[in-house]
């Protein structure tokens, strides 16, 4: 896996204050995106273990309320199984810090995906620019879902995060 940030203390993506892993490789190409240069799963740089440690640091943080995956796209073949053991590794180690995952695909293809073990939020679905609506929140189209994954895996259909 690669990728081309971390940031650090972000309101914009996701509940509460997190860190953003921005990772690189999106097939989705989604006319608009904010971040075409995470498209190349090549680009970036390699995600090693001073990546993770400095991604501890900041969840150790007590107001740092989880971890976004971002990108690119988290899900991507490049991507999905580190992310997905990334994923594991923080839910063990930080067990009250949550997980936010935003992807292009939809929910109902990846819902049964492992990693939507540790996932606390989706936002699933493409980007649409012709749909971009600035006054939603955590999401630029309304085609998107901010879906709570535990939540919607209890009851058997999709429950938004509120």
């Not at 896996?1 to 204050?17: P, S, W």
């Not at 608009?32 to 090549?42: K, L």
């Not at 273990?49 to 796209?73: M, N, P, R, V």
């Not at 810090?97 to 990846?110: A, F, H, Q, V």
Request: with cysteine; glycine share 8%.
């Amino acid at each position: 896996m690669r990728y081309h940030n971390i940031t650090k203390d972000d309101m914009l993506n996701g509940d509460g204050l997190r860190v953003v892993l921005w990772v690189a490789g999106c097939s989705h190409h989604c006319k608009g995106c904010q971040n075409p240069i995470t498209w190349d799963p090549e680009g970036g740089i390699p995600f090693d273990e001073a990546a993770k440690e400095e991604i501890y640091e900041q969840l150790d943080k007590d107001y740092i309320s989880g971890i976004t995956f971002s990108g690119g796209d988290p899900l991507h073949e490049a991507n999905e199984d580190e992310v997905t053991e990334l994923a594991r590794e923080i839910k063990e180690k930080y067990p009250d810090k949550n997980i936010w995952l935003y992807t292009g695909y939809e929910w109902e293809d990846i819902r049964y995906h492992e990693i939507m073990d540790y996932a606390d939020v989706v936002v699933d679905g493409r980007f649409i620019l012709a749909q971009r609506d600035v006054t939603l929140e955590w999401k630029g189209s309304p085609n998107q879902r901010v879906i709570d994954v535990k939540k919607t895996q209890e009851s058997g259909k999709i429950v938004l995060f509120s």
